[in-house]
């Protein structure tokens, strides 16, 4: 899940979210050293999903990771952010770990109560 376009300090998101980030970046800053200014502030957090895990229950885990709808709900109504994303990172096709799937009606009302798009990538693990 990543959080953009937040007015204060990416660390205060962070503790508001009681979760450890995987990377973060405050607006006017490099995103590395000697590169163009950010935007926008971000933070990422990353949830290792089971490689099992059914399509229709990633976006569920994602948010109780985050401590639930709920919580979710109230910490981002806080921080007030421009976006926030999903993303499913999921097995290219082809792949032996690979299958169908769906998204909840459920899941799909939660991204839609806290106003986040689901987007999808697709990683090769045969590599």
């Known amino acids: 899940m990543t959080i953009r376009g937040f007015p204060g300090s990416t660390d205060e998101v962070i503790a508001l979210f009681g979760v450890a980030a995987d990377s973060s970046g405050l607006a006017s800053t490099p995103a590395l050293p000697g590169k163009a200014l950010l935007k926008r502030s971000y933070v990422r957090f990353n949830v290792d999903l089971a490689p099992d895990t059914p399509l229709f229950r990633m976006v569920q ?53 806290i106003g986040a798009t689901l987007s999808f990538s697709f990683l090769d693990r045969r590599k």
């Open 61 to 113: 885990a994602i948010l109780d990771h985050m401590g639930g709808i709920d919580r979710l709900s109230e910490c981002l109504r806080r921080i007030e952010p421009e976006h926030i994303d999903i993303d499913l990172v999921l097995p290219v096709r082809d792949s032996p770990e690979q299958e169908g799937g769906f998204i909840s009606p459920s899941s799909i009302a939660d991204l839609q109560r």
